[in-house]
């Protein structure tokens, strides 16, 4: 099997569990890494056995096969740039890219370059998701009519919230940009690419740094679907849900525990009379043990969502086999962000 070498770029929190997915994917290895704290990048080296610190892109990309990006989005446009100028393969944490102008001019030179662009939608690999993904391919719930997707946090639960100077502060909509590219790929990948319909943000007098806008509706429509985002900066519960309704029924999927639950009953008296909640909670219930043994079993093994995807991408360009995140989906989610971020920041005059 041939070998291809990778760069990291950026060796800050997520960089860890890139080195972790790459040193078990099959064809790869870990080249070099690369960041502007030296001492930082060093240790990530060595913590990760990678045999080489660089100290310029130039040189990490005249080495490397593949430049994997973990740098925050603000510095993502140019290194894609430079990597393809170079001929090589790009992994990009999401958010791409924070202006919408610098990705219609990384798409032509990629196309050109015959660059690779893999982004980091690892929600999508959640068993969780997939087996959600599974049961409305089977038609299991009908069609789907209805998506709902909650990201209701706090300072307590989101470090992105604490303080006032993380990189997601000045990102169009704030803290929230960060995260809907989740919101957006999953609904396009459930739904396909739904037309935005509305947003609706909030300022309250206690809206923290990260999160001016610290309520916020989103709503996309288009055929006979309708979706929606909540975000709050305010929600010690702490939610993080995906509810997808069909026409004959409906599934939860709960993230922060990866579960994912199906109702598809039909109404009666007798389910009426004995409480639906009660018959569907005994389903879950028989579902729970052995899928939680199944949870366990992958923590043991850190076999996380960054890491399928990563080695997804792997068996792409060495088996050419399906494309973890093909490019219409990522110029849906980035042009969708690029609107919701700013129509945010105009609501609050930010």
């Given at each position: 099997?041939s ?17 972790r ?19 930082q ?5 060595q ?23 973990c ?25 791409v ?6 990705w ?90 739904l ?135 990522v ?20």
């Amino acid at each position: 099997m041939s070998q291809y070498s990778v760069g990291i770029v950026g060796c800050g929190l997520i960089s860890e569990a890139h080195l972790r997915a790459w040193a078990k994917t099959p064809g790869f290895h870990v080249g070099g890494v690369l960041d502007t704290n030296r001492e930082q990048a060093a240790k990530r080296a060595q913590q990760f056995a990678v045999p080489r610190v660089f100290d310029n892109l130039a040189d990490l990309i005249k080495e490397c096969d593949i430049v994997d990006v973990c740098t925050p989005p603000g510095s993502h446009a140019a290194i894609a740039e430079q990597a393809i100028e170079g001929g090589r393969h790009l992994v990009m944490e999401k958010p791409v890219v924070t202006k919408l102008a610098d990705w219609e001019r990384i798409v032509p030179q990629a196309r050109a370059a015959n660059t690779k662009i893999a982004v980091i939608h690892n929600v999508k690999y959640l068993p969780s998701v997939r087996l959600a993904k599974q049961w409305v391919t089977e038609g299991r719930i009908g069609d789907v009519i209805r998506i709902q997707r909650e990201f209701l946090t706090s300072a307590e639960h989101d470090r992105m919230l604490v303080g006032n100077d993380h990189w997601s502060h000045s990102l169009p909509g704030g803290r929230w940009f960060e995260t809907l590219p989740h919101e957006l790929y999953l609904t396009h990948w459930f739904a396909g690419p739904l037309e935005l319909s509305n947003v609706t943000a909030l300022s309250t007098p206690t809206a923290p740094a990260g999160a001016p806008a610290d309520e916020v509706i989103v709503t996309l429509a288009g055929g006979r679907t309708i979706a929606s985002f909540h975000f709050s900066a305010h929600c010690l519960e702490n939610r993080r849900t995906l509810t997808v309704q069909g026409t004959k029924g409906r599934i939860f999927v709960d993230l922060l525990s990866d579960f994912a639950t199906i109702s598809t009953r039909e109404d009666s008296k007798i389910r009426r009379a004995v409480g639906r909640t009660i018959v569907e909670a005994g389903a879950t219930i028989a579902r729970a043990a052995p899928d939680r043994a199944r949870y366990g079993l992958r923590k043991l093994r850190k076999d996380s969502p960054h890491l399928r995807i990563i080695q997804a991408l792997g068996r792409h360009l060495i088996d050419n086999a399906e494309e973890p995140t093909p490019l219409d989906e990522v110029d849906y989610v980035i042009r969708n962000c690029d609107r919701i971020g700013r129509e945010i920041d105009r609501q609050i005059k930010r």
